[in-house]
Structures are given as C-alpha cells and as structure tokens.
C-alpha cells in the first residue's frame, strides 16, 4: 500500500442493503476524513477523525456513520442505503487537522 | 448560500496563456486549500494557504486574508493543466468546497 486506499472502486448497491467503504492509509497521519462528490454541489464532509479513537459530524452526516479503532482504518458505513446516498465517495487524510490531504481515488456508489 | 464562491464555473484558454481562478469564502477560516481534479477523477492538493503566497513550478496561490479572496494562477498554461480546479476553506474541524472551476486549456 502507497499512500490513501479505498476499496471497492465502485459498487451497485440495492436499497436498504448494508454497505461498508473501506480506507486504509499508511501514511500514519492523524486526520482522516470522508466526503462525498455531487455534479453541482461539489465536495462536502460526511465524518472526520482528529486521530485514533475520535470521530466528528461532518456537514452531511445522516445516514452514514464511521469507526477509527486504530490510525490506519476509517471504515465509512451505510446502515441502510437510500437512493439519494448515489454519489462518488472519497476519503482523505493529513497529518494534523491544519495540514494538506490526500486523497483515495474514490468510490463510486450507485444505490437502485 | 454557499460559504465558498469561485470564479469562473468554466474556462477555456490557449496553450501558454496565464490563468487566473478566484475563490472569495465569508467564513472566518484556519487555512485555504487548492485542489486539483482530473478527468479520471483524482484529487490532489496543490497549495495549503493561510497567509500571503506560494509557488509551486507553474503555480501561484496567493490569499488576502482581510478580504477573504485566494486566487489560482498558471502561467504558461498547458494543455495537461487541463482539470476541475477546487477551493476549499478549513474552518473549526469543518471542511468547505467550492463548486470548482473547470479549465480547458487547448494546444
């Protein structure tokens, strides 16, 4: 592992299924984060970790919550897809919460 | 109303020409960012800002704190700059985007 993964790269998902987006980083930075990508409304902050053990809400959190057991992992989850959750996912991560990210090459979720 | 504004939505320019994105944010903010999206749809991070100026190759980002304006600049612009350019401010452990600006840059 390089850098910022996630995985799958895209999924088709049926309402009301359960679905995990995984991000691993080995950069060992601190701040993680996931947002996800609208035609029109650009990028906006679903969840974010300060570090290990601590996560925050973000602008558009319903209907996703997210873990970071260790520094590595920020698994991002969706109990129970809705359509309007179709959307390109990507996390992100820094050092600290004041220095600059990188990027995983996104998620593309389609909810049916 | 979207807390971050960037000008133009949309432009085209010809090889060697100097480019110039706006990015005006009304929020008190810790730190502006500058991202760049290709067609394939990567994001990297070209400038973090929180005073003043940098380059980087081609690219100039500078911030006017007082008046809450960045700008984006690529000289010599070429035709690999083509992309979605994004501005984002970093306020409290909040993140804002701004809608971004699509370059098209012709040979």
């Known amino acids: 592992i390089a850098g910022i993964t996630q995985a799958p790269t895209s999924q ?86 004041n220095t600059e990210a990188f990027f995983g090459q996104g998620t593309r979720l389609t909810v049916v | 109303k979207n807390e971050v504004e960037q000008s133009p939505q949309n432009l085209t320019a010809q090889e060697g020409e100097f480019i110039t994105i706006n990015c005006s944010y009304s929020v008190g903010i810790s730190a502006l960012h500058w991202l760049q999206q290709h067609p394939g749809g990567g994001i990297v991070s070209l400038f973090m800002l929180s005073s003043g100026k940098k380059k980087h190759g081609r690219l100039i980002a500078t911030i006017n704190i007082q008046e809450k304006h960045s700008s984006l600049h690529i000289t010599a612009s070429h035709p690999r700059d083509s992309a979605v350019y994004i501005c984002a401010v970093r306020f409290n452990n909040d993140m804002r985007f701004g ?6 840059v012709k040979p």
């Open chain 2, 99 to 104: 809608a971004g600006t699509r370059l098209t």
């Open chain 1, 12 to 97: 088709i998902l049926a309402a009301g299924r359960r679905m995990t987006l995984r991000c691993t980083q080995d950069m060992r930075h601190n701040a993680m984060y996931w947002y996800r990508q609208d035609l029109g409304l650009g990028l906006r902050l679903i969840h974010y970790s300060n570090t290990a053990g601590t996560t925050g809400k973000g602008e558009v959190p319903d209907g996703y919550s997210v873990s970071r057991a260790n520094t590595d992992d920020f698994p991002l989850t969706l109990a129970s897809a809705v359509p309007s959750q179709t959307s390109v996912y990507f996390c992100a991560s820094s050092e600290d919460m």
